[in-house]
């Protein structure tokens, strides 16, 4: 039989995101608004940290779980931020990213034929995440009309009543869409009547501009049907280092680790001595990357909105998720719009069907950047 590829991976195209990065890179003249990563660097002293755990001579294995006093720096950050409690012993797993911990996380808790509800659109590793771990995803598409928030509504209507597990993304990538305590009460309440776990992506919840982010483990009955996952790259800008963590009860965070254990062992040391420090002292690095993200966010609404392009008030993450403004496909307009105009955006159906007929536009770029960016745009589309 030779080297034969799986099934699963055959099953799995590749990204739709990747596509576009590849097609910007053979041009000297784009401007990339597909990027989810942030323009900033790490904070000084986060990578003063770094150098001094080298320097130190540490560069050896930590416990798998990570450093006992970075889980404890986690647990008090995430208890004093959005009033998440959570035993650093027992209950907190730190990873080699979010991506890491979300895949870990499936194949702990998925057999073969569980039915995982995806909330659409959604971060493009979801599905795939799920077809790995021998589960079947279930597409639950949110609707602009709802600011992309998702319902119980759209959660029954999918058939996700019958779903072992939901994924969901809040502040949401691609849309930026956020919800409150208020709003996720009834997802939480579907979750509770229907016995689904809930596997809860808030690697964005530093990034919200118009109110305080709620997870949906602080909710009654949650916690313990709830997998909170969160991390450095986005809020602290330290996407290479590749840090994220899972939070759970000791039972699943234990099952998380036999995975994580043999696949990666532990996280990358000095990616841990670099987030101790940042969560000690860098909140005000981190407050003012919020800021300008805020502007950033205000400044490409009132584009689109001066262009007469219809696009929803996205209030987190650093995306906004326009209409494409013809009667093209979202993929046949982010072609034209980087072959003749040099700016690269994502279509939206890269993130699920829900997607299409939208772009995701990162404005994780500096304004200059974005004003010309938008200058392009409108004139591709008055052309």
């Given at each position: 039989m030779?080297?034969?590829i799986?099934?699963?991976?055959?099953?799995?195209?590749?990204s739709?995101i990747?596509?576009?990065f590849?097609?910007?890179?053979e041009?000297?003249?784009?401007?990339s608004?597909?990027v989810?990563?942030?323009d900033?660097?790490?904070?000084?002293?986060?990578?003063d940290?770094?150098?001094?755990?080298?320097?130190?001579?540490?560069?050896?294995y930590?416990?798998?779980?990570?450093?006992?006093?970075?889980?404890?720096?986690?647990s008090?950050?995430?208890?004093?931020?959005?009033?998440l409690?959570?035993d650093?012993?027992?209950e907190?797993l730190?990873?080699?990213?979010?991506?890491?911990?979300?895949d870990?996380?499936?194949?702990?808790?998925?057999?073969p034929?569980d039915?995982?509800?995806?909330?659409?659109?959604?971060?493009?590793s979801?599905?795939?995440?799920?077809i790995?771990?021998?589960?079947?995803?279930?597409?639950?598409?949110?609707?602009e009309?709802?600011?992309?928030?998702?319902t119980d509504?759209?959660?029954e209507?999918?058939?996700?009543?019958?779903?072992?597990?939901?994924?969901?993304?809040?502040p949401n990538?691609?849309?930026?869409?956020?919800?409150?305590?208020?709003?996720?009460?009834?997802v939480?309440?579907?979750?509770r009547?229907?016995?689904l776990?809930?596997?809860?992506d808030?690697i964005y919840?530093?990034?919200?501009?118009?109110?305080?982010?709620?997870s949906?483990?602080?909710?009654?009955?949650?916690?313990?049907?709830?997998v909170?996952?969160?991390?450095?790259?986005?809020?602290y800008?330290?996407?290479?280092?590749?840090?994220g963590?899972?939070m759970a009860?000791?039972?699943?965070?234990?099952?998380?680790n036999?995975?994580?254990?043999?696949?990666?062992?532990?996280?990358?040391?000095?990616?841990q001595?670099?987030a101790l420090?940042?969560?000690?002292?860098?909140d005000?690095?981190?407050?003012?990357?919020?800021?300008e993200?805020?502007?950033?966010?205000?400044?490409?609404?009132?584009?689109?909105?001066?262009m007469?392009?219809?696009?929803?008030?996205?209030?987190?993450?650093?995306?906004v998720?326009?209409?494409v403004?013809?009667?093209?496909?979202?993929?046949a307009?982010?072609?034209?719009?980087?072959?003749?105009?040099g700016v690269?955006?994502?279509?939206?159906?890269?993130?699920?069907?829900?997607?299409?007929?939208?772009?995701?536009?990162?404005?994780?770029?500096?304004?200059?950047?974005?004003r010309?960016?938008?200058?392009?745009?409108?004139a591709?589309i008055?052309?």
């Open positions: 030779g080297l034969d799986s099934e699963r991976v055959r099953a799995v195209p590749p739709g990747r596509k576009f590849e097609l910007a890179e041009r000297d003249d784009v401007i608004l597909g989810g990563e942030p900033f660097s790490a904070p000084w002293a986060a990578r940290a770094a150098i001094d755990s080298l320097e130190r001579g540490r560069t050896s930590t416990s798998n779980r990570g450093l006992l006093e970075l889980r404890r720096a986690i008090r950050h995430v208890d004093d931020r959005y009033d409690d959570y650093p012993d027992e907190i730190v990873t080699t990213g979010v991506s890491e911990a979300v870990a996380a499936l194949r702990a808790l998925v057999d034929g039915t995982v509800a995806v909330v659409e659109p959604a971060y493009i979801y599905v795939p995440g799920v790995f771990a021998g589960g079947e995803p279930l597409r639950v598409p949110t609707r009309a709802d600011e992309f928030k998702l509504e759209a959660l209507r999918a058939g996700a009543a019958d779903a072992d597990l939901l994924m969901l993304c809040y990538n691609p849309t930026g869409a956020v919800m409150t305590g208020e709003e996720l009460e009834p939480a309440e579907f979750c009547e229907h016995d776990g809930v596997l809860s808030e919840a530093e990034l919200q501009y118009e109110n305080e982010h709620t949906i483990a602080t909710l009654p009955g949650m916690r313990e049907r709830t909170v996952f969160n991390g450095f790259s986005k809020a800008a330290m996407t290479g280092l590749r840090l963590y899972a009860p000791p039972e699943v965070v234990a099952a998380i036999r995975i994580h254990q043999y696949g990666m062992l532990s996280a990358p040391t000095t990616a001595y670099a420090e940042a969560l000690r002292s860098c005000a690095e981190v407050e003012a990357m919020v800021d993200y805020d502007r950033r966010r205000r400044f490409v609404l009132s584009r689109f909105d001066e007469g392009v219809d696009c929803f008030r996205a209030k987190g993450a650093f995306y998720f326009p209409e403004p013809t009667d093209e496909s979202a993929e307009f982010a072609e034209g719009l980087l072959e003749e105009e690269a955006m994502v279509p939206g159906d890269a993130f699920g069907d829900g997607g299409e007929g939208h772009l995701r536009v990162s404005y994780a770029t500096g304004l200059d950047d974005l010309e960016a938008m200058d392009r745009f409108e591709y008055t052309d």
